[in-house]
C-alpha cells in the first residue's frame, strides 16, 4: 500500500497524509474556529436577508423535491441533497463577500470550505447508521482547521489568478481531501478523489475580472464544494470511477502543470498544521479584504475633513492610494460598474462612498437599489483617485511575519494644500488586532439578529462550545420554518 501511495504526486500526498494523520490538539485553534464557523453561519443569514438574486439560487433544483434526512440550510425550511447543499451554502457563505480571507501569492477564503463540511456533516449526522457515531461540532471543526490549512498554505506560493484561474480551485482540492475523510473511506480513496480535483476542470477568473465581473463570483465557491462532494461519492462508489490519477499534477503535457499552469511546479510552502487558522482575516467591514485599511484609513481622512468644516465632493481636488499589487490587481478599477459584485471588488468606491457617509461603507451600500450605486458624487470622487502599488507595502504583505494588508491615503485640497497621509497596515478582523474576535461576534449577532431572536442566538453560540453534539441538532437550530416565503 505504501508502494501504491507513494506513485502520488507530493502535494496530493501530503495533503492525504495531513487530514488522516495531522493531529490538532492546541484548544486555541479550536476557539478560533469555533468563532469563524459562527461567522460563517452569520453570512448566510446575511446573505438571506439582503441578497434576492442568492434566493433564488437556494433550493431543490427542481422545485418541490424534498430529501427526508436530507441538508437543512440555515434561515429556510429547504431539505436538500449534499450537493445541492453544498452549492446553497457555500454560495449563502460568500456570495456578499463578507466571509474570512487570506492572503498569499493567491488571494482566497476559507470558510469557503464550509458549504461542504457542513452539507455533508448534516446529511451524515441524520443517516439511520450513523446516529451514534455521527459527526460532532468537534468534527466540523477539525475537518474546518484542515480545510483552511490546506487552501490558505497552498496560496501561500501559489498565483492561480497570474493564470486566468480562479482561487476556488483550492476550495475544490481542500473540500475534497476532508469529505472523503468525513465520510470515513481509506487514505487511499483520499488520494484518488484529490487527483480527480487537480484534474477537475476549473473555472477562469474572468467572472472576478472587469468588464465580466458579476453574480458568479458570488456562487463560484459553492460551485467548488459541490464539486469536491461529487468527487467524493463517486469515489465511494467505488470499482474503476475511484482509480485516481497518480501524476495529476507532474505527468508532462497532460498534467495540471503542463496543461494549465505555463509548466510551472505547484509548491507547498510550508508543512500544514494550524498556522491559517491562527492567522486569518475576519471582514469585521464589509470590503473586499485588500480594501478594508483603505476604508479605515478613509474614515480617519473623513474626520480631519469634518474637523475643518470641509466637505469630500467640494473641497478636494485629488486622493492619492498606495497599496499593495494584490490590491491593485483586484480592487483598482476605474470605468462604469454594472452591478453589486462590480461595486464590492472597486477600492475607488468602497473609500468614495465611506467619505461620503462619515462612516464604513456596508454591505447594502453595494446593492444595485442603495443610493450611493448611482450616486454622482461617488463617480466624482472615483475620478479623483489614483493607486498606486508601494513596494514596501507589497513585501510587508507577502512577509509570513507580518502579513499586513496596508493601504494610505493623502488627499489634496482644492487650495493645493495636501492633508497629512493616513496609513493603516493592520485592518480591524487582523489577527494582530486584539479586538478582532470580539468584533467577529458582535459581527455575528447582528446578523444572525435579521431572523432570529436574541435567546435563539445565545443558543446557538452556547451550542458551538458544545464538543459532542450532534451536527443534527447543532444545524437544526438554524432552521426557519417557512422563511423564505417571508422574507
Known amino acids: 500500500m505504501a508502494t501504491e501511495h507513494a506513485r502520488f504526486d507530493p502535494i496530493i500526498r501530503n495533503i492525504v497524509h495531513y487530514v488522516y494523520h495531522g493531529e490538532i490538539t492546541d484548544e486555541k485553534v479550536y476557539q478560533r474556529a469555533r468563532v469563524a464557523l459562527l461567522d460563517a453561519l452569520g453570512c448566510i443569514i446575511e446573505t438571506l436577508h439582503l441578497s434576492p438574486d442568492c434566493r433564488d439560487l437556494v433550493g431543490p433544483i427542481v422545485p418541490g423535491i424534498i430529501v427526508p434526512g436530507g441538508v437543512r440550510i440555515p434561515g429556510t425550511e429547504h431539505t436538500v441533497d449534499p450537493l445541492k447543499g453544498a452549492f446553497d451554502l457555500g454560495a449563502l457563505i460568500r456570495y456578499l463577500d463578507h466571509n474570512d ?8 477564503h476559507p470558510s469557503d470550505n464550509l458549504g461542504a463540511i457542513l452539507s455533508v456533516a448534516d446529511w451524515l449526522s441524520q443517516q439511520r447508521d450513523r446516529k451514534k457515531t455521527g459527526p460532532s461540532v468537534r468534527t466540523v471543526l477539525e475537518a474546518q482547521i484542515k480545510a483552511y490549512e490546506i487552501q490558505g498554505t497552498l496560496q501561500q506560493r501559489n498565483a492561480f489568478n497570474e493564470h486566468g484561474l480562479d482561487h476556488v480551485i483550492l476550495v475544490k482540492v481542500a473540500s475534497t481531501a476532508v469529505i472523503v475523510w468525513l465520510l470515513g473511506l481509506p487514505e487511499s480513496a483520499a488520494l484518488a478523489a484529490v487527483s480527480h480535483a487537480w484534474i477537475d476542470g476549473h473555472p477562469l477568473r474572468t467572472y472576478r475580472q472587469a468588464p465580466n465581473a458579476g453574480p458568479r463570483k458570488g456562487w463560484a465557491a459553492g460551485d467548488a464544494c459541490m464539486r469536491a462532494i461529487h468527487l467524493a461519492f463517486l469515489t465511494q462508489r467505488g470499482g474503476r470511477a475511484a482509480v485516481g490519477v497518480p501524476s495529476a499534477l507532474t505527468a508532462p503535457r497532460w498534467g495540471f502543470s503542463d496543461a494549465l499552469y505555463q509548466g510551472k511546479e505547484v509548491t507547498q510552502a510550508s508543512p500544514y498544521g494550524t498556522r491559517v487558522m491562527e492567522t486569518v482575516l475576519f471582514k469585521v467591514i464589509t470590503a473586499e479584504g485588500h480594501g478594508i485599511s483603505a ?17 469630500a465632493e467640494r473641497h478636494i481636488r485629488a486622493i492619492r492610494i498606495r497599496t499593495q499589487k494584490p490590491a491593485v490587481t483586484i480592487i483598482d478599477k476605474t470605468g462604469p460598474l454594472r452591478n453589486n459584485a462590480d461595486r464590492d471588488h472597486c477600492l475607488q468606491y468602497m473609500i468614495a462612498v465611506t467619505l461620503l457617509k462619515g462612516s464604513v461603507v456596508d454591505t447594502e451600500d453595494y446593492l444595485d437599489d442603495s443610493p450611493w450605486a448611482a450616486d454622482p458624487r461617488v463617480e466624482t470622487l472615483r475620478e479623483k483617485m489614483t493607486v498606486n502599488e508601494d513596494a514596501g507595502f507589497t513585501a510587508d504583505y507577502y512577509n509570513p511575519a507580518s502579513r499586513s494588508v496596508a493601504n494610505a ?62 451536527v443534527e441538532e447543532f444545524m437544526g437550530l438554524f432552521v426557519r420554518w417557512k422563511a423564505t416565503a417571508s422574507l
Do not use: C
Not at 101 to 108: D, I, K, P, S, T
Not at 297 to 305: E, H, I, Q, R, T
Not at 436 to 457: C, G, H, I, Q
Open 409 to 470: 491615503i493623502t488627499v489634496e485640497l482644492n487650495s493645493g494644500e495636501s492633508l497629512n497621509e493616513v496609513v493603516v497596515e493592520f485592518p480591524v478582523g487582523h489577527h494582530k488586532r486584539d479586538e478582532t474576535l470580539s468584533r467577529v461576534m458582535e459581527k455575528f449577532r447582528r446578523n444572525m439578529a435579521l431572523m432570529f431572536t436574541p435567546d435563539e442566538v445565545e443558543r446557538i453560540v452556547a451550542a458551538a462550545e458544545q464538543d459532542q453534539m450532534s
Open 295 to 311: 476604508v479605515e484609513a478613509a474614515l480617519k481622512v473623513g474626520a480631519m475633513l469634518e474637523a475643518r468644516q470641509l466637505v
Open 101 to 108: 480571507a487570506y492572503a498569499g501569492a493567491e488571494w482566497g
